[in-house]
């Protein structure tokens, strides 16, 4: 089973994308920021496949995305970026830069994240 890890701090959001998600039998992990994301890739090897917000507290999504490219099994685990901010040309090179394969815009339509997952053989 393929595992999905989504980076969230907004748990409404979370809530509706895991139970989503778990319907397409993708086994799927969430955590509520920046820093209980990277804990749970560090110590975990499953991961195939990361959502990631941008703007959360503490750790945002740039920093979180860098971080990931720094652990060697997750150097080529396909990430994609869901925010509101994205908008210009300029903002999502920032975040293709910061490590992101995919950049959706909330709120995330299911059709263009299931796109995105059959793209990268996740379904």
Not at 24 to 46: H, M, N, P, Y
Not at 77 to 93: F, N, R, S
Request: contains cysteine; charged residues 30%; proline residues 2%.
């Amino acid at each position: 089973m393929k595992t999905i890890l989504i980076i969230e701090d907004n748990e409404a959001l979370s809530e509706v994308v895991v139970l989503t998600l778990k319907r397409f039998g993708l086994a799927v992990i969430s955590a509520k920021d920046g820093l209980e994301g990277l804990t749970l890739l560090r110590s975990r090897g499953d991961i195939n496949f990361i959502l990631c917000d941008i703007m959360m507290p503490e750790v945002n999504g740039y920093e979180v995305m860098k971080s990931i490219r720094c652990i060697d099994r997750y150097r080529e685990v396909p990430i994609v970026v869901a925010t509101a901010k994205l908008g210009t040309k300029e903002e999502m090179e920032r975040c293709f830069q910061a490590g992101a394969n995919y950049c959706l815009f909330k709120p995330v339509l299911l059709e263009n994240l299931l796109a995105v997952l059959e793209k990268e053989k996740m379904l």
